[in-house]
């Protein structure tokens, strides 16, 4: 049985209400701490069965007390980590909230969540569906450049979202994918401002609807200003790639997709780790610059929502056992209640991965900071918990939650986008659609099982009639165990990796199914490939129907694929499809 929401008599508890009067009354019941804790957001992991991680427990993802937290730091919003079935998140949602009705206002949890629809886990960016309905990345839906779909795709995933009680989308992530080594292109539309432009506008309209009520997922979307031209394309996770770079002066063009955003109604907005260097703006981090977040997004683009700086702005943090300083690029030397202090005279309203309220507490009681400074940003985030419909009905129902998250329309939804969203690249001699009847196949990288519907199965390339073979966009690996997850540096094969892949192709016609992370260099497997099939997140299956001709691909690529890494080095970050003679332009994509 569902809980019925806490009701005290209070005005704020009155759904009857106008928003903004039940805001006003309960900030003016609200202490100085009840208030620093509205301001951070962090995160939250839940054991398998549903249960919160409390103090003490070993076993967890993270370290945690979920119940201090909540009920002696005072927070009400998390980033949900991990999850498993449906009804275990939907018990641990509702789990969570009764730990804060029992606070002593009753303030209902925000969840949030990255992104959890498609075949990418990092715990930094994004997690594979599992329950949910799997669907290409972005780079995927704008290969089919249809907003239609993705708008589709959007509500499917709001209503997923909604039935376990996540109500904040980290995303989307509509950064221009303009440097090819960066590691984050997954995540966006790819390199073309007007078309990123259009789909975040569907994008945020299928999560929060044409206003946003009760029910909508709020999206934070990022990365402001516009992630992507990063210095050499390393990830400003880390101190060696915290310089974002505008060698082509084309800074206002990653802005075009945030004013989209902004008039399609995003609620929320996350600022970038990135240190601008050589521009007119301070070379601090995106989240300490009040060039950018209040000249800029507040009074130049008009944004009025919530600002949530970027996970980890103020203090060091062990990840997988390794120690990491504070993403605090350009105010390294300030003390964490400096840095605290400078992001909210920034602009900034809340603080994503910390759970320090204490140091805002603190920066009143001293007179840094003012109460109503304070205030400003507690009147945000309470008033979309308000609109959300959070003090209303905060509780989700198990039941619902086992019949909505990955139900079978949806489930065909993400199947269907994901063979729509495959992009042939090369197909000699009319290799594909594979119309022989059952040839004789040589496979590696595919599941054999799935393969052999469709063929008979060989255990060398010298005795198949065509081969198979699935690879990936090559990369640098980093010792760091988080750094790892960010696939980055190298885009090209080499020698030793391309060896045996060459010799298969020059033993028996092959088509190759190359997963683009991010834009991989082939020129090597473009010239002797039978075929060459791009995904951007998609099951071996929906691979095998377009080869074989029971689904039709309908992609262009997102971003043009380099010919070298020397034409990459040469090319500047912040200017999209620039890199010289290309193997394959930018809109690449064969009709079968």
């Not at 290409?136 to 779909?149: F, M």
């Not at 910390?354 to 205030?375: F, H, K, M, N, Q």
């Not at 959070?390 to 994901?418: N, S």
Request: proline fraction near 7%; aromatic fraction near 8%; glycine fraction near 10%.
């Amino acid at each position: 049985m569902i809980p019925a929401p806490r009701n005290d008599g209070h005005p704020y508890q009155n759904p009857a209400l106008p928003v903004d009067e039940r805001v006003t009354d309960l900030l003016s019941r609200m202490t100085l701490e009840e208030k620093a804790g509205q301001l951070f957001h962090t995160m939250l992991p839940l054991h398998d069965d549903g249960r919160p991680v409390e103090a003490g427990d070993e076993t967890a993802m993270i370290p945690t007390d979920t119940s201090g937290l909540i009920g002696s730091k005072l927070l009400s919003h998390f980033n949900l980590l991990g999850g498993t079935g449906p009804r275990q998140m939907a018990e641990w949602h509702n789990a969570v909230q009764e730990l804060a009705a029992a606070t002593r206002l009753g303030i209902p949890v925000t969840v949030s969540t990255d992104p959890r629809h498609s075949f990418t886990t990092n715990i930094g960016a994004s997690f594979s569906s599992g329950a949910f309905s799997a669907w290409p990345e972005p780079t995927g839906l704008a290969a089919v450049r249809d907003p239609e779909l993705v708008h589709r795709f959007a509500d499917i995933a709001r209503r997923e979202y909604l039935a376990v009680g996540l109500r904040v989308a980290l995303h989307p992530q509509i950064d221009l994918a303009t440097e090819p080594r960066w590691a984050r292109q997954s995540g966006t539309f790819g390199s073309d401002a007007t078309l990123t432009s259009e789909l975040v506008q569907a994008y945020i309209r299928g999560f929060q609807g044409e206003t946003l009520g009760s029910d909508s997922v709020a999206t934070m979307v990022k990365h402001f200003p516009g992630g992507g031209p990063q210095k050499d394309g390393e990830d400003p996770h880390f101190p060696h790639g915290k310089e974002q770079i505008y060698p082509g002066g084309l800074r206002d063009l990653h802005l075009e997709p945030f004013r989209a955003a902004i008039a399609a109604g995003a609620s929320q907005m996350m600022p970038y780790y990135g240190q601008p260097v050589g521009t007119d703006w301070e070379e601090v981090g995106f989240g300490f610059n009040k060039g950018v977040i209040t000249g800029l997004l507040r009074e130049r683009l008009g944004f009025d929502g919530i600002v949530c700086a970027d996970w980890g702005l103020l203090t060091d943090a062990v990840i997988f056992g390794e120690p990491h300083g504070a993403r605090a690029w350009g105010v390294e030397h300030l003390t964490l209640a400096e840095r605290a202090a400078k992001a909210l005279d920034a602009g900034a309203d809340q603080f994503g991965g910390e759970a320090c309220p204490e140091v805002v507490v603190g920066l009143v009681r001293s007179g840094r900071i003012s109460e109503e400074r304070v205030d400003a940003s507690v009147r945000r985030l309470l008033r979309e918990k308000f609109v959300l419909g959070l003090f209303d009905q905060p509780y989700v129902d198990p039941d619902l939650a086992e019949e909505i998250v990955g139900a079978d329309e949806f489930r065909a939804a993400g199947e269907a986008a994901q063979r729509r969203s495959l992009t042939v690249l090369v197909n000699r001699d009319a290799t594909l659609p594979v119309v022989r009847p059952r040839p004789k196949l040589y496979v590696e990288g595919v599941d054999a099982q799935a393969a052999a519907a469709y063929g008979d199965l060989t255990d060398t390339p010298a005795d198949a009639d065509l081969a198979l073979l699935r690879l990936h966009t090559p990369y640098e690996h980093r010792d760091n165990k988080f750094e790892s997850m960010f696939h980055t540096g190298r885009l090209d094969f080499t020698e030793e990796e391309l060896k045996p892949v060459l010799a298969v192709l020059d033993a028996v016609p092959t088509v190759v199914l190359l997963h683009l992370e991010r834009p991989a260099v082939i020129p090597e497997i473009a010239e002797r490939a039978a075929a060459v099939v791009a995904d951007y997140g998609a099951s071996d299956a929906a691979l095998l129907d377009v080869v074989f001709g029971h689904a039709a691909p309908e992609g262009r690529l997102p971003y043009e694929l380099p010919r070298s890494m020397a034409a990459v080095a040469a090319s500047p970050s912040d200017v999209p499809n620039s890199t010289q003679d290309p193997v394959f332009p930018y809109g690449t994509g064969l009709s079968l």
